[in-house]
């Protein structure tokens, strides 16, 4: 029987010590990670401030540029340009660099917390898949439940992120598995391998602007990936989780879901909130669908 996924929901970010969206204003949000507060764009908060005074102690500010993708952090001679979180037992390193983006996504900590309780119930072997895994934060929550893992991102750069970050968290010796390769390439070799996995995290490629428009090559590609996934995913997969920026609707993370598995679960998809400390407001943050098997 066909899964049929709820409608889509609406959650809020769970609380992280490591982390505050302090206020937002201007087209831009302030955000507190660990010691260091930072400014980012952000162009639907197109209201006022709140706390302007709140604004005077940033640690640096991401100013992109409009000609062209990429973009500078200006900082203050003090500013760390590299520090450590926490998130329970991992530690990680985030950094300053030409993207917005620092290493870590706060509006995936409720996938974490999911990932991490779904997987722990598992009687089986759990062989994940993570596709543009990125500084790999979700390997070390899937490892630390006894999952295999095999982390698949396009750049250098990301592996060498993941690898310090498993590193950092002592975690040496996890069961984890770094391929620098563009995801659809890789998946069409381990089919020629006959290589099965039974639990998938596809994250969505973040970009600099995150405006639906920059996706469209990315959603024209699906259905291919989508059909080169079925053939080293399990019929019945323990798990799927697929995250997205804003800009994706929750129709097509629901529907990318649909099409991965073929039998019922517990599922839901939607959209996470982050609510502001200043005046309360509820942004926006990204789209999500995740399944599990009953």
């Given at each position: 029987?066909?899964?049929?996924?709820?409608?889509?929901?609406t959650?809020?970010?769970?609380?992280w010590?490591?982390?505050e969206?302090?206020?937002?204003?201007d087209?831009?949000?302030?955000?507190?990670?660990?010691?260091?507060?930072?400014?980012?764009p952000y162009?639907?908060?197109?209201?006022?401030k709140?706390s302007?005074d709140?604004?005077k102690?940033?640690?640096?500010?991401?100013?992109?540029?409009l000609?062209q993708?990429?973009g500078?952090?200006q900082t203050d001679e003090?500013?760390?340009?590299?520090w450590?979180?926490r998130?329970?037992?991992?530690?990680?390193?985030?950094q300053?660099?030409?993207?917005?983006h620092?290493?870590?996504?706060p509006?995936?900590?409720?996938?974490?917390?999911?990932?991490?309780?779904?997987?722990?119930k598992?009687?089986?072997?759990?062989r994940?898949?993570?596709?543009?895994a990125?500084?790999g934060?979700a390997?070390l929550?899937?490892?630390?439940?006894k999952a295999?893992?095999?982390h698949?991102d396009?750049t250098?750069?990301?592996?060498?992120w993941?690898?310090a970050n498993?590193?950092?968290s002592?975690m040496?010796d996890?069961?984890?598995?770094?391929?620098?390769?563009e995801p659809?390439?890789?998946i069409?070799?381990?089919?020629?391998r006959?290589k099965?996995?039974?639990?998938?995290?596809?994250?969505?490629?973040?970009?600099?602007?995150?405006?639906?428009?920059d996706y469209?090559?990315?959603?024209?590609s699906?259905p291919?990936l989508?059909?080169?996934?079925?053939?080293?995913?399990e019929?019945?997969?323990?798990c799927v989780l697929v995250?997205?920026?804003?800009?994706?609707?929750?129709?097509?993370t629901q529907t990318?879901?649909?099409?991965?598995?073929?039998q019922?679960?517990?599922s839901v998809a939607?959209?996470?909130?982050?609510?502001?400390?200043?005046a309360?407001?509820?942004?926006?943050?990204?789209t999500?669908?995740?399944?599990?098997r009953?």
């Open positions: 029987m066909k899964n049929v996924l709820a409608p889509h929901t959650e809020i970010n769970q609380p010590q490591d982390y969206l302090l206020d937002s204003g087209g831009k949000i302030l955000e507190r990670f660990g010691k260091m507060v930072l400014i980012r162009p639907q908060a197109f209201w006022s709140t302007p709140l604004w102690q940033n640690s640096a500010q991401y100013i992109a540029d000609q993708y990429g500078k952090w003090k500013a760390q340009k590299s450590p979180l998130w329970n037992a991992l530690k990680f390193q985030v300053l660099g030409t993207s917005p620092i290493g870590v996504f509006e995936k900590l409720n996938h974490w917390q999911w990932l991490d309780e779904v997987l722990k598992s009687t089986q072997p759990i994940l898949l993570n596709l543009w990125y500084s934060l390997n929550i899937a490892a630390r439940a295999e893992v095999t698949v396009t250098k750069h990301g592996i060498a993941a690898m498993q590193k950092l002592g040496k996890a069961p984890i598995r770094y391929i620098q390769e659809l390439k890789f069409k070799r381990e089919a020629r006959e099965i996995y039974n639990a998938l995290l596809l994250q969505f490629p973040r970009f600099e602007r995150e405006q639906e428009n469209a090559d990315f959603l024209k699906l291919e989508l059909n080169a996934l079925k053939d080293v995913l019929p019945t997969p323990y995250t997205a920026p804003i800009c994706i609707q929750p129709t097509t990318i879901i649909q099409c991965l598995t073929n019922t679960g517990t939607g959209q996470i909130y982050f609510k502001e400390k200043s309360g407001h509820f942004l926006p943050r990204a999500f669908a995740r399944w599990s009953d």
